[in-house]
T-cell receptor
Framework: EAAVTQSPRNKVAVTGGKVTLSCNQTNNHNNMYWYRQDTGHGLRLIHYSYGAGSTEKGDIPDGYKASRPSQENFSLILELATPSQTSVYFC?????????????FGEGSRLIVV | AQKVTQTQTSISVMEKTTVTMDCVYETRDSSYFLFWYKQTASGEIVFLIRQDSYKKENATEGHYSLNFQKPKSSIGLIITATQIEDSAVYFCAMRDNNNNAPRFGAGTKLSVKP
């Protein structure tokens, strides 16, 4: 069954440290996305990708980098983590087929930066 | 830029009644897709229903239906015969052709009481 899996599911990081959130999809979708979820803000777009080797900035990219080394994998990188990046991060995949880019989400990664 | 607004923070209804959740959007594009997603208490986010802007008929899917009012840039989600398990957070989202990554509203928390 097609799926989007994220790792780690939970992470505690220290301020100034590097954090990498990984996402793997078996949907064979071209597009992948990283969102963060905070109370009152819903899901906000950080970075996204149209395919291997491509990354695009979303609405809140500052402090984040993204990497798409393959069709299946999309990582979100926090080079210097800050407490303001404490959040739940969701990865999603989708395609511009008849679904209109319906998204399939991973389980979420809860990050706490202390 | 795209913008999606859900003004209802939370709604509480009795089981077996009908509830409507509101969503308004902004886009300069003539072609776009509107989505509703459900986030359960476990954090899982799943796709519910979609409306393509060029379609005049309101989409339906099981006990979910949409009230698409294009002149008002509004896409309401209607849940009929609500069940306890419909208790969740519901997100409205939009993707247009100028900006291919879906943007989300802040979400509406629905509580269905017995």
């Amino acid at each position: 069954e097609a799926a989007v899996t994220q790792s780690p599911r939970n992470k505690v990081a220290v301020t100034g440290g590097k954090v990498t959130l990984s996402c793997n999809q078996t949907n064979n979708h071209n597009n992948m996305y990283w969102y963060r979820q905070d109370t009152g803000h819903g899901l906000r777009l950080i970075h996204y990708s149209y395919g291997a080797g491509s990354t695009e900035k979303g609405d809140i990219p500052d402090g984040y980098k993204a990497s798409r080394p393959s069709q299946e994998n999309f990582s979100l990188i926090l080079e210097l983590a800050t407490p303001s990046q404490t959040s739940v991060y969701f990865c999603a995949s989708g395609d511009w087929d008849n679904s209109g880019n319906t998204l399939y989400f991973g389980e979420g990664s809860r990050l706490i930066v202390v | 830029a795209q913008k999606v607004t859900q003004t209802q923070t939370s709604i509480s209804v009795m089981e077996k009644t009908t509830v409507t959740m509101d969503c308004v959007y902004e886009t300069r594009d003539s072609s776009y897709f509107l989505f509703w997603y459900k986030q359960t208490a476990s954090g899982e986010i799943v796709f519910l229903i979609r409306q393509d802007s060029y379609k005049k008929e309101n989409a339906t899917e099981g006990h979910y239906s949409l009230n698409f009012q294009k002149p008002k840039s509004s896409i309401g989600l209607i849940i009929t015969a609500t069940q306890i398990e419909d208790s969740a957070v519901y997100f409205c989202a939009m993707r247009d052709n100028n900006n291919n990554a879906p943007r989300f509203g802040a979400g509406t928390k629905l509580s269905v009481k017995p």
